[in-house]
């Protein structure tokens, strides 16, 4: 369904249990950015009254996740660490084109967010299924299937805004851009790295 390339090594996890407080910031500081990212959507497009109420909900949502893992962070006894470079999401944007036209732009925009919600979902997968812990096996499926929801908004807006743009074969450029950056990913306790 995600058409990524590249699954991510079940042994990261191991990675992941090692350092929860780690990873678990990590998280919640994607989700942050999540929401920046659907806030900025809506901010450079307000003349899409669709798009601005589904990145709306989208940011709101993202912002509910943002919570439950700082909930989690502190009934664990744990510390919110500060937020780091998310490299992985820097390689993608640089791959995004920055010339054209607003649609154009706005199609890049929402290829990338779709990337990044793509590989999320794929993550979180890997986790539910790995982490010897059941209460964020439970939490990663749950976090999956939103990802996943949101992936599929991103790729359902580049098409419908698209028009000047083939979606489907740019869409396939960002598929084959990924699976050359996330070979060197995949080794620090984080989302992405």
Not at 149 to 155: P, R
């Amino acid at each position: 369904m995600l058409g990524l390339k590249l699954r991510t090594d079940p042994r990261w996890v191991d990675l992941i249990e090692s350092n929860l407080e780690m990873v678990l910031s990590d998280h919640a500081w994607c989700e942050k950015k999540a929401a920046s990212n659907a806030i900025a959507l809506l901010t450079y497009n307000s003349h899409l009254p669709d798009l601005v109420d589904t990145m709306a909900a989208i940011a709101i949502e993202e912002m509910q996740h943002f919570e439950m893992v700082v909930k989690i962070i502190r009934e664990r006894g744990m510390q919110l660490l500060i937020e780091e470079k998310d490299c992985y999401v820097n390689d993608l944007y640089k791959f995004m084109k920055k010339d054209g036209s607003r649609t154009q732009a706005l199609t890049e925009r929402l290829l990338f967010a779709a990337m990044v919600e793509a590989r999320s979902c794929e993550r979180f997968k890997t986790l539910s299924e790995n982490i010897d812990d059941p209460e964020l096996a439970k939490f990663y499926r749950e976090l999956m299937e939103s990802e996943a929801n949101h992936y599929t908004t991103f790729l359902k807006f580049a098409k419908q805004y698209g028009i000047d743009v083939n979606v489907d074969k740019r869409w396939k450029e960002w598929l084959d851009h990924e699976d050359q950056i996330i070979q060197k990913y995949g080794k620090k306790e984080t989302v992405h790295g």
